[in-house]
Nanobody, 115 residues
Framework: QVQLVESGGDLVQPGGSLRLSCAAS????????MAWYRQAPGKQRELVAV???????NYADSVKGRFTISRDNAKSWVSLQMNSLKHEDTAVYYC?????????WGQGTRVTVSS
């Protein structure tokens, strides 16, 4: 049984920062690359950032230089530090393994960037 629980979403002004966290239970964490995804209103879910088991990272062009993904293998969590937030970052953010597994989607955490 795998469970991913996201937290940290909030309402923030443009230019602000947030840190999202994802706690993983079950046997998923140590074996897979993990990723953050997001789904904006009226849009398809998209990949935001990936981190391998060894710590290598990759980012969508839209967040490169602003977002930082990290993981703690001992504690089974993955985080997303988001800086210089923009209106277009408004979305529900999800964590999942990479590639995503349909059975692992959680409830997500909502980020709203608005003045």
């Amino acid at each position: 049984q795998v469970q991913l629980v996201e937290s940290g979403g909030d309402l923030v002004q443009p230019g602000g920062s947030l840190r999202l966290s994802c706690a993983a239970s079950g046997s998923i964490f140590s074996r897979y690359a993990m990723a953050w995804y997001r789904q904006a209103p009226g849009k398809q879910r998209e990949l935001v950032a990936v981190i391998t088991t060894g710590g290598s990272t990759n980012y969508a062009d839209s967040v490169k230089g602003r977002f930082t993904i990290s993981r703690d293998n001992a504690k089974s969590w993955v985080s997303l530090q988001m800086n210089s937030l923009k209106h277009e970052d408004t979305a529900v953010y999800y964590c999942n393994r990479f590639p995503a597994h349909s059975a692992y989607w959680g409830q997500g955490t909502r980020v709203t960037v608005s003045s």
